[in-house]
């Protein structure tokens, strides 16, 4: 039997720090789902299909790796997906005590599903998609913080003149 993670998240952007995750987790299991949460209630930069896209791009290099999208309560999506884990990074101690209390509902609603946490490395816990976005919005250079791909994109969002 194949072991299978759902590692879920807005990705509004994907950023390096999540790409660590995603590759981490492909060593660790057989396939792992990208879930891309719609996040309306977060006011998204960009629509789940620019999301999705962006999410592709950055890991089509990784053959166990699938992109999808995800409505609704995560337990059922893992439990559609016949996976058993969901994968969740953290890049700070401040980032625990809210992905434990997930952690904890997400057993309550489904004991069989077992959450892990991997650290980012270090030099991504800084990082987050929230950042990204202002220091781009504001013509600051993000090349270290995403993908190229990722990068460009921001860039038409913004307007291409304020980054170069």
Known sequence: MSKIAVYPGGFDPITNGHLDIVRR???MFDRVVVAVASSVDKH???????????????VAGLRNVQVDRIDGLLVNYVRRKRAAVIVRGLRAVSDFE???????????????????????????????SRLVKEISQLGGDVSGFVPRGVKRTLAHKFGAARLR
Do not use: C, G, H
């Not at 930069?45 to 962006?54: K, N, S």
């Not at 992905?99 to 991504?124: G, P, V």
């Open 44 to 58: 998204p930069l960009f629509d789940i299909d620019e999301r999705i896209d962006m999410v592709q791009k950055a």
């Open 98 to 128: 809210f992905e434990f209390q997930l952690a904890l509902m997400n057993r309550k609603l489904d004991s069989r599903i077992e959450t892990i946490f991997l650290m980012t490395k270090d030099e991504y816990t800084f990082i987050s």
């Open 25 to 27: 987790a492909s060593q």
